[in-house]
């Protein structure tokens, strides 16, 4: 395994092999993530090609501090686009739509292309706001948001209610909208 500052440095260097050693290192962990979102085998798959592509696209000029996450947010991103574009018909039902659906009435819609800057000023702040949680807090808020577990899931590992999940993660989420409105984001 390489640590992802030389990951980072042959992205800069424009080497393709790092496109298979992106693979190696985070594709089963982007995998799941797609996976739990879109619960397509061939779609989840497709994620991660997405994933890899944003990568090479995006670095440079992006340097992330955390690459694991970032692969993680951009495979996830690609799930939720996916999974809205063959579910357009039928909403309702599935874990990405109840995740999208509890974070809605806090972040702006990212509908318009205009909104390009904002959303990446937004996901820096996300991103920055993530770690100044607890441990436990900012574990229960990845879970939920960015791996789209289920709160059974979620409690189960946690050795918490569903009960007790669900309301940790309200009081997060008001942190956030307070956070947000703070930084003008809102």
């Known amino acids: ?51 890899l592509m944003s990568v090479w696209n995006s670095i440079p000029p992006n340097r992330p501090t955390h690459l694991p996450a970032y692969c993680a947010a951009l495979v996830r991103n690609s799930a939720l686009q996916k999974n809205e574009k063959s579910h357009r018909q039928k909403r309702g039902g599935s874990q990405s739509t109840e995740v999208i659906e509890e974070l809605a009435d806090i972040l702006p819609s990212s509908e318009s292309v205009e909104q390009r800057v904002e959303q990446n000023e937004l996901s820096a702040a996300l991103n920055a706001w993530v770690q100044t949680l607890s441990a436990e807090s900012r574990h229960l808020f990845i879970q939920r948001y960015y791996m789209s577990e289920s709160l059974q899931i979620i409690a189960a590992r946690s050795s918490l209610t569903e009960e007790a999940v669900k309301s940790r993660l309200k009081r997060i989420r008001k942190k956030l909208k307070e956070y947000l409105r703070k930084e003008g984001l809102l």
Do not use: P, S, W
Request: a negative charge.
């Open 1 to 51: 395994m390489r640590d992802d500052d030389e990951i980072i440095a042959l992205l800069y260097q424009r080497d393709e092999q790092v496109l298979d050693l992106l693979h190696k290192q985070y594709g089963a962990l982007c995998f799941q993530i797609a996976y739990r979102i879109t619960g397509n085998r061939e779609d989840a798959e497709e994620c991660v090609n997405d994933m």
